[in-house]
């Protein structure tokens, strides 16, 4: 099995990565403005990336406040691919010395490491970037419609 995994020092307090994490108003404004959530374990979460037609549609199977944000994919269509199906998506968060977050990320459950595996990699790399530019200072990087396209002159 392949996993995504990357670690990150914020500037913030765990709560308000949490609430990064959790709140469908603040997911919009790092990850994508096409999301649906409620927030409650045993709750779902969607996530859309029109206008490609990829989505990922999670369970939201643990959330620990300041702590853990634990989702599990139930349906997927990233890069017109399944693969993302049963994988699991743990954000962990500790306080550390410098009254910041440490946050060790894990994408796990993959098959294998393949054409959709590489570009989520460097997606998700992307993406948490846009999460700690977003609890550091208020702007983040989220998907737009129009990423990945290459203007025609």
Request: charged share 30%; hydrophobic share 35%; with cysteine.
């Amino acid at each position: 099995m392949a996993e995504i995994r990357f670690m990150y020092a914020m500037n913030v307090k765990p709560d308000r990565v949490y609430e990064a994490l959790t709140s469908q108003k603040y997911l919009a404004k790092w990850w994508t403005p096409h999301c649906t959530t409620d927030a409650a374990e045993g709750g779902t979460a969607k996530f859309e990336f029109p206008p490609h037609g990829d989505f990922c549609a999670f369970k939201i199977e643990k959330l620990q406040p300041y702590k853990l944000v634990e989702w599990v994919c139930t349906d997927s269509s990233m890069m017109k691919t399944k693969e993302w199906n049963q994988t699991r998506v743990r954000f962990e968060l500790s306080e550390n010395k410098r009254s910041g977050t440490d946050l060790i990320f894990t994408h796990e459950g993959w098959k294998g490491k393949s054409e959709c595996f590489a570009t989520c990699t460097e997606g998700w790399h992307h993406f948490l970037e846009s999460l700690k530019s977003f609890v550091e200072t208020g702007k983040g990087m989220p998907f737009e419609e129009n990423m990945g396209r290459v203007e025609k002159i």
